[in-house]
């Protein structure tokens, strides 16, 4: 029974990789590379268990299951996607040789994660022993500071005196004092006055300069206190190494550092705030502990107010904290003090947000952004519908009823982007947002393939690990700086770029703005934004068949912060930053837990 399980898994593996291979022979290298690496991985385990049953092969425990089937299914959506055969333009056939690809990938899928998980056990069980002297941890910080700043300076050298791109005109708010909150209104002081003393010491360039020290110095801070961390409660120097040579090499991060988005200060307080809540469990009550609360207490409130949707995110942590402490109340007819304790903490740190957030919208009189930056789904479900109906001239009502919220003659569907189909929205007044929503309803009701279709591809990249579409959203070429990474310079506010290390600088002009790295097989993952949400995922998985109830409610958040990036306009790696500055430590946490249930089993 065991070889004809194992058989027929083959041969429905085979069946949905060749169709797939046939049906979109179009695509790309590194996309296909996917597949190969999933049939590598699979023979592997496969012999490595003596041609064991495909459930076997899939782990020893049933949960595998679940990140297979899901993996599965993101690759083969992702290649009808990109094959332009969305669920909307599929036939019976087409569903069912998807369905077919599906559980043909599946079986491949749960050897991925069954080795994955295997070898993170291993590195668990590992004999050498962590770092635990206070002054040993200190001196790891110290040099890791300068390796990982070190590093980001030479980068800074090549793209002298750094980017300036993204969203430089938070400056124009500061300069005009005419703020609103579609921007995070302490990162636009932080931009502004870093500007303006360049500007008021004569040289625009030195307000950049500052700002990207600065930036520079924090998350070069928290990177290198994450090492210290790591390198006292994680077994496995090479981990140690990776986890360093990581953040100083990976040039996400070196470019992300001398870039003025608010995400890279946010990504870093995220990461500084799961370590700090790892801290503060581990830290016996007292003096110590308290201090570590009140850090914590600090950056939580930081990092809330840098980012809108890291609002909304832990509003969604805090309910589901709350469930939690009622489902386990329930449960065990006792409230159990630890949700409690995380409950009445997240909610300080909330109203001490909404205290500071109203302070500085009374101080700047500032007004609050537009409402149509929350309906990017409502934005590209209305485009996708409104489009098709126009081309088949059927269902006049609908077309009415969607132009009348967005002047049509001027706006255009893009299927990755929601920013064309929101400039040209204006539900003041053309009606409500609740008139809105109930719209929204209405047609994804009436229309739910095409409504389906509509969000998988605004939000494909942050899913399908071999997409490249996150990489071309606004263009891409050495011409404009604009692809993975825009690394442009906006006219207007008297900035010259005098690179240093004109080598680096086209070195990197090639890899991440004519997006050279594509090339690469299998390296090209690492620079997947879905990646590293794949990471969360066997993480949350590993930290639940661990039972380790603390790490999976720190998970918890990201998975909260998670939902608002599918509700966003895009997706590109610097909205994604979180996860990637994030992964050293979830893996490092999986590594402790499964320590802690190695030693528990002895």
């Not at 996917?34 to 490595?48: A, D, K, P």
């Not at 700090?276 to 003096?287: I, K």
């Not at 007044?429 to 409504?451: A, C, F, H, N």
């Amino acid at each position: 029974m065991k070889m004809k399980g194992f058989i027929g898994s083959f041969a429905i593996a085979c069946y949905g990789i060749s169709y797939l291979m046939y049906r979109f022979a179009g695509l790309q290298t590194v996309e296909t590379s996917g597949f190969y690496v999933l049939i590598c991985f699979g023979v592997y385990y496969i012999l490595q268990n003596g041609l064991r049953s495909v459930k076997g092969a899939a782990g020893e425990d049933r949960i595998l299951w679940a990140p297979a089937v899901l993996f599965a299914a993101s690759l083969v959506t992702g290649f009808h996607l990109d094959g332009s055969l969305p669920f909307e333009a599929m036939g019976w056939g087409d569903f069912l040789n998807y369905l077919l690809c599906v559980l043909g990938l599946t079986p491949l899928s749960g050897c991925l994660f069954a080795a994955v998980y295997r070898m993170v056990k291993k590195c668990a069980g590992q004999e050498e022993k962590a770092g635990g002297k206070c002054r040993e941890g200190f001196v790891v910080f110290l040099l890791s500071f300068v390796i990982i700043f070190g590093c980001w300076f030479l980068v800074w050298l090549a793209y002298y005196p750094g980017l300036w791109s993204y969203d430089p005109w938070q400056v124009d708010q500061f300069l005009e004092h005419d703020y609103d909150k579609h921007h995070p209104l302490l990162h636009t002081l932080l931009l502004g006055a870093c500007y303006t003393f360049g500007v008021n010491g004569g040289d625009a360039n030195s307000g950049v300069i500052l700002y990207d020290m600065i930036q520079m110095g924090v998350m070069s801070g928290i990177y290198a206190y994450i090492c210290a961390y790591l390198y006292r409660h994680v077994p496995g120097r090479l981990f140690r190494i990776m986890t360093l040579l990581f953040y100083a090499f990976f040039p996400v991060n070196s470019i992300l550092a001398i870039s003025p988005t608010k995400d890279v200060l946010f990504s870093g307080l995220v990461a500084l705030c799961l370590v700090l809540a790892l801290q503060v469990r581990e830290t016996a009550w007292g003096r110590k502990k308290l201090c570590y609360l009140a850090v914590l207490f600090c950056a939580v409130v930081l990092m809330l107010l840098l980012r809108s949707n890291a609002l909304y995110a832990f509003v969604l942590f805090i309910g589901g904290a709350l469930a939690l402490l009622l489902y386990t109340w329930y449960r065990e007819k006792h409230c159990p003090g630890r949700y409690l304790y995380i409950c009445l903490f997240a909610a300080g740190c909330l109203i001490s947000v909404r205290m500071a957030d109203n302070l500085l919208v009374g101080l700047l009189d500032a007004k609050e952004g537009p409402v149509r930056e929350k309906y990017s789904i409502g934005c590209q479900q209305f485009g996708r519908v409104y489009e098709m109906l126009r081309a088949s001239g059927a269902d006049k009502e609908t077309q009415e009823m969607i132009a009348s919220y967005y002047d049509m003659e001027s706006a255009e569907y893009d299927p990755y982007l929601a920013d064309p189909m929101k400039e040209t929205m204006d539900i003041q007044e053309k009606g409500t947002e609740r008139e809105y929503q109930r719209d929204m309803v209405r047609v994804l009701i009436k229309y739910p393939l095409e409504s389906l279709d509509a969000f998988l591809y605004l939000t494909q990249g942050a899913w399908y690990i071999n997409d490249t579409t996150s990489a071309s959203i606004y263009g891409s070429g050495l011409e404009t700086r604009m692809g993975y990474l825009l690394t442009t310079y906006a006219g207007g506010y008297g900035i010259v770029h005098e690179s240093r290390l004109p080598w680096l600088e086209a070195l990197l002009e090639k890899a991440f703005s004519a997006n050279a790295y594509q090339k690469l097989p299998v390296v090209s993952y690492l620079f997947s934004p879905a990646l590293y949400f794949w990471i969360l995922v066997i993480c949350t998985v590993g930290f639940f068949k661990s039972r380790n109830g603390y790490a999976f409610i720190l998970a918890g958040f990201l998975w909260c912060l998670y939902l608002t990036v599918l509700a966003g306009p895009c997706v590109l790696i610097r909205y994604m930053y979180p996860f990637v500055a994030c992964s050293p430590l979830l893996i490092g946490m999986l590594l402790m837990s499964m320590r802690e249930k190695y030693r528990s089993e002895m």
